[in-house]
């Protein structure tokens, strides 16, 4: 079994976004992300990564460079949209996207990683610190 982990196409986007739709209880407007997928698709600061086996689409995430302002004025990336196809987990998908995400972080000069797991999701959380990654208090608020 071969993984292939590569930028997002646009003519993979409906069964990427599959991944992240079968995953969680609101679903994608298909429509509103075909009308702006180009200007995020062209933006610098945007990277969305599928991992992939046998030419099918079994991982997603969206990577996105941050520019700081202060100290060092490194840039850093978040991550968000983290998925993989439930019947392909523990197949070392999600550590290859990882390690695709740290080597792209370390090629763009990145001081650091942020992603968010859900509190409920232990199984996330898990995976997350056996890659390295430390647990820290993040807050969020989601606007009405």
């Given amino acids: 079994m071969s993984i292939i982990i590569e930028k997002l196409r646009k003519e993979d986007l ?5 991944v992240y739709d079968d995953n969680h209880d609101l679903k994608t407007n298909y429509d509103k992300l075909l ?7 062209n933006n610098q600061a945007y990277h969305n ?7 099918k689409i079994v991982g997603l995430a969206t990577i996105i460079i ?17 998925g993989v196809i439930k019947e392909y987990r523990r197949q070392k998908i999600g550590t290859k996207m990882l390690q695709y ?4 972080a370390k090629d763009n000069n990145c001081d650091f990683i ?12 898990a995976f997350y610190e056996s890659m390295g990654y430390n647990k820290e208090v993040g ?4 606007i009405d």
Avoid: G, R
Wanted: charged share 25%; no cysteine; net charge negative.
């Fill in 66 to 82: 941050n520019y700081d302002i202060v100290e060092e004025l490194k840039p850093f990336i978040t991550v968000w949209n983290f």
């Fill in 14 to 18: 409906k069964e990427a976004i599959k």
């Fill in 35 to 41: 009308s702006i997928y180009d200007s995020i698709y």
């Fill in 139 to 142: 807050y969020m608020k989601h």
């Fill in 101 to 104: 995400i740290y080597d792209y």
């Fill in 49 to 55: 990564i599928v991992a992939k086996i046998d030419n």
């Fill in 114 to 125: 942020a992603l968010l797991a859900s509190p409920s999701n232990k199984v996330a959380q």
